[in-house]
């Protein structure tokens, strides 16, 4: 895998800048540069960060799980439990469901009302199946024929 890091402060998080006919490799973190990036540098480099976009969108391990929950309570103090990503968003998706039940169930307080109403529970109906079809395997924005 094609692999740099900022000679300044250490980083491996960088990107591409094109300054006239050259590309640069910059740091993501200071800022400073790294290497102008030929042709063929320049498509690894693409590919490696299309790559890693892949890696992250997998599912986490529980050590990775462990590293994240560690890193929430040395910042604020909270811990998850050892939930993977998946089992909390199929949570949150419960709980969508749930707020749109409850907001069905109160009666409307005018024709206003409704519309809002429908439109909120149209917007949280959305996002409920965009992370479903995501859950699925699918784009987020998968319509099933």
């Known amino acids: 895998m094609y ?7 250490g980083s491996i998080s960088l990107h591409t800048e094109v300054k006239g006919n ?3 490799l910059y740091c993501d973190d200071c800022g400073a540069w790294v290497k ?3 042709k063929d540098e ?3 480099f693409e590919h490696s960060q299309k790559n890693k ?3 992250q969108m997998r599912d986490s391990t529980l050590e990775e799980n462990q590293e994240i929950s560690d890193y929430i309570k040395s910042i604020r103090g909270n811990i998850f439990d050892d939930k993977t990503i998946v089992e ?3 949570e949150f998706v419960e709980y969508l469901n749930r707020k749109i039940d409850s907001e069905y169930e109160n009666l409307p307080l005018s024709t206003e009302d409704v519309i809002r109403k429908n439109s909120y529970c149209l917007a949280l109906s959305q996002d409920k199946n965009a992370i479903l079809n995501i859950l699925n395997g699918h784009d987020f924005n ?4």
């Open 3 to 9: 692999q740099n890091c900022c000679k300044k402060c």
């Open 142 to 145: 998968y319509v099933e024929e």
């Open 88 to 90: 909390r968003l199929r």
């Open 42 to 44: 320049l498509r690894a």
């Open 22 to 24: 050259n590309t640069g």
């Open 36 to 38: 102008w990036l030929g």
């Open 53 to 55: 976009l892949l890696v």
